[in-house]
């Protein structure tokens, strides 16, 4: 994927894609798509979450810093349903990070075949909240999320979020 980020994938609307202007303008200095792998294993969590956290800072992708904390929960919760889901048919997992002029996508993929749904969990369970979480804080801050099959036969759920400058001083 070379299309810095200005591909047709999902993102929120209102972007730029403007059918009248064929040629996109120059990308900007943080614009594009980068791609990690991890093994599905607990470690793998906050790994993912900090190697998120500082990809976004070393291209100088400007957050605010609510999307920047919303986007490390929204990652930290889809690693965590790989890992915890889908590790038996699916050792490792993919963790992908495009950013655009006006969007960021962050997608989590792996190898097991079962697709997900936001489940409404009980108020004594401890756990089957995360995609529910995802949802929220994705429609929160404007964007949307999915879980889509890949070719291989597994899944990639995604969330693609409004790129919210960071406010200067």
Request: charged content about 20%; some cysteine.
């Amino acid at each position: 994927m070379d299309d810095h980020g200005r591909g047709s994938g999902p993102r929120p609307e209102g972007g730029r894609n403007d059918p009248l202007d064929p040629a996109p303008p120059d990308p900007l200095p943080y614009e594009g798509v980068w791609r990690f792998t991890a093994a599905a294993v607990d470690a793998s969590v906050p790994q993912a979450r900090h190697a998120v956290r500082d990809l976004l800072h070393r291209q100088g992708v400007p957050l605010s810093d609510d999307l920047l904390q919303g986007l490390l929960l929204i990652v930290s919760e889809l690693v965590t349903n790989a890992v915890k889901h889908a590790a038996l048919l699916s050792p490792t997992l993919a963790v992908e990070v495009a950013v655009g002029a006006e969007w960021l996508r962050v997608s989590v993929e792996d190898n097991h075949p079962y697709r997900p749904t936001a489940l409404v969990a009980d108020h004594d369970e401890t756990g089957g909240r995360g995609l529910l979480l995802v949802r929220e804080v994705t429609r929160e801050a404007g964007g949307v999320c999915d879980v889509e099959h890949t070719a291989s036969g597994g899944k990639v759920i995604w969330a693609a979020l409004p790129l919210t400058l960071a406010q200067v001083s």
